[in-house]
């Protein structure tokens, strides 16, 4: 069913017809056979939308009832419900309201929403994906839950603010094929741009929170971890994964080389995991199609008294389980001298791995999840600075050096942290 599922959507995108559903829905003549189809549709839709993750509360929320504050850069939005309920969720919402919510950005009031929902690239779904989605929330458990959605403070709590935002960075339709690339390649790009949504976190931002050109995928911080590079760079990027290196970690959370943990852990658990192998080698394909800057820096030297200071800390503390050649145990423990996101040019992640601690996501694919223990306590500023900087260069390719300042900004944003 997902091989023809992936195929019908693929379709649906690439030559951008109605779905013969609809058509046959308008005309009053729907089946229960084509009505689960499309529900079956909307719930697959919604896994690689991403839905359940921004809009289940992870305190004990139900299921798609929202309220969960989502991190910006500008304060935290909070998610709206989306459960069938008449009072506070879209129970009383036309397809056409949800369609406007969903792929322009607008509620059915006229109140705009902030690009937090990520409706740029949900714009790319053809109209009869979204109501696809809609039928199948039609179908989960109704949750009378009240959720106050202006939290932001003066003066960006000011939705008609939005008008001006869209005009400057929202290109609203739907997804546009490449005709001189094939199928599974546009069908990638549809997927990463589109539903997947992967550029809202992956693509450098600007001071106001719209995309870089010059940074499509080449990372972005949000929510204090850096969303690493997903060109085929090789000292930042994908360039030294195979497509089912891509396909594995996107799968399972685990590769050869690396580990998901934060924001990514979420998304492999919630999504990705769940997503057909079809689906997830489009992707790979697309990806793997990016090119690189290739601009490696120069290393820091060994004989540095940062390097020393850092090895003989990496020797210590890190070893047991990265290994002195730093390549870890394959799918279990990252190979610090492979994994790119060790590398990139933001070292927030590996700053925030070391003072916090984390733990790798769980799939049914891989259901161990190891966990790192927290360091900051036991490390002061200099001694992180110094093994982040040795696990950066002690590797081919090279990265640039961690000073204790940016150690002691990252650790004075984690104090002031609730996660």
């Known amino acids: 069913m ?127 994906d979204v109501l696809a989605i809609r039928a199948y929330l039609n179908t989960i458990a109704s949750a009378h839950n009240a959720v106050d959605r202006n939290t932001l403070p003066f003066p960006l709590d000011i939705r008609t603010s939005m008008l001006g935002w869209n005009w400057l960075f929202f290109t609203p339709g739907p997804y546009k094929p490449d005709p001189q690339k094939s199928l599974e390649w546009n069908y990638g790009r549809y997927l990463v741009e589109g539903p997947g949504h992967c550029v809202s976190c992956h693509t450098t931002k600007n001071f106001l929170g719209g995309d870089k050109s010059s940074g499509y ?117 990252p190979s610090l001298a492979e994994a790119p996101s060790v590398r990139s040019d933001d070292p927030s992640s590996l700053i925030r791995v070391i003072l916090r601690g984390a733990r790798t996501v769980t799939t049914g694919a891989e259901p161990t999840g190891p966990g790192m223990p927290s360091y900051g306590w036991q490390l002061n500023d200099e001694q992180v600075a110094a093994v982040a900087t040795y696990v950066r260069n002690a590797w081919k390719p090279a990265a640039s050096a961690v000073s204790a300042s940016t150690v002691k900004q990252a650790r004075d944003d984690l104090h002031a942290r609730a996660d």
Not at 31 to 59: M, V, W
Not at 220 to 229: E, K, L, M, R
Request: hydrophobic residues 35%; contains cysteine; proline residues 7%.
């Open 2 to 128: 997902h091989k023809a599922l992936a195929t019908s959507i693929a379709a649906a995108v690439l030559a951008a017809p109605l779905i013969a559903l609809w058509a046959t829905q308008s005309r009053g003549a729907i089946t229960d056979a084509q009505r689960f189809e499309q529900i079956e549709k909307g719930r697959y839709l919604s896994i690689i939308a991403d839905c359940a993750a921004c809009h289940t509360n992870p305190d004990g929320g139900k299921p798609y009832a929202g309220g969960r504050a989502i991190e910006t850069p500008f304060g935290n939005v909070v998610s709206a419900n989306i459960t069938p309920d008449n009072a506070t969720g879209i129970g009383t919402w036309s397809d056409e309201d949800f369609d406007n919510a969903v792929r322009h950005g607008r509620r059915p009031n006229g109140d705009r929403l902030y690009p937090a929902m990520p409706y740029p690239a949900y714009t790319k779904m053809p109209r009869g």
């Open 217 to 333: 995928l080449r990372g972005n911080i949000i929510q204090g971890w850096f969303a690493p590079d997903l060109t085929n760079d090789e000292r930042t990027g994908l360039g030294r994964w195979s497509t089912d290196d891509i396909v594995t970690y996107l799968r399972t959370g685990h590769n050869r080389t690396s580990t998901a943990t934060g924001p990514m852990a979420e998304e492999i658990s919630h999504s990705s995991s769940r997503w057909n192998d079809n689906d997830l080698k489009s992707v790979a394909t697309y990806l793997k199609s990016l090119p690189g800057r290739q601009d490696n820096p120069a290393p820091v030297g060994n004989g540095d008294a940062m390097m020393v200071a850092g090895q003989a800390i990496y020797r210590d503390q890190c070893a047991a389980c990265h290994m002195i050649d730093g390549k870890g145990v394959p799918q279990l423990f």
